[in-house]
């Protein structure tokens, strides 16, 4: 297993969800979606971002309109269609659904290491016996 690959795409996974959270809460400029992720530690470049915001709008799960700056040229800020709003209500059922799935077998895990009285485990290596009790 590439565990590198693995986590790429355990963000990739979770990157729309992430986008139409932060579009959720009003309109949205692109870049400060790039700060958002990037400070949630989510790294996001624009030739990432871009072909997704037209994937979603394409969709018809957001909208977006111009704005004229004074600072430069008119800046694009995005917005949740009304499907976008009720497709995000569905994606969080789901995200509640598998986070609680996913926690309940990561603390079972998390339970088979700790020995039930609360000691330090005996190591048994076969291999090295200097560390066998």
Not at 21 to 36: K, P, T, W
Not at 90 to 118: C, F, Y
């Amino acid at each position: 297993m590439n565990i590198e690959n693995a986590q790429v795409q355990m963000r990739k996974g979770i990157l729309e969800f992430c986008i139409l959270h932060i579009i959720s809460r009003g309109e949205v400029y692109a870049s400060d979606m790039l700060d958002e992720l990037t400070s949630a530690r989510i790294m996001v470049v624009e030739g990432t971002l871009y072909p997704l915001l037209t994937r979603l709008k394409n969709a018809g799960l957001l909208d977006y309109k111009w704005v004229e700056s004074t600072s430069g040229p008119p800046r694009k800020y995005y917005i949740l269609t009304e499907l976008g709003r009720n497709s995000l209500g569905s994606l969080n059922e789901t995200w509640q659904e598998l986070a609680e799935s996913v926690n309940a077998i990561i603390s079972k895990t998390d339970q088979h290491k700790k020995p039930a009285n609360g000691s330090t485990p005996i190591i048994v290596d076969p291999a090295n016996p200097s560390t066998n009790a």
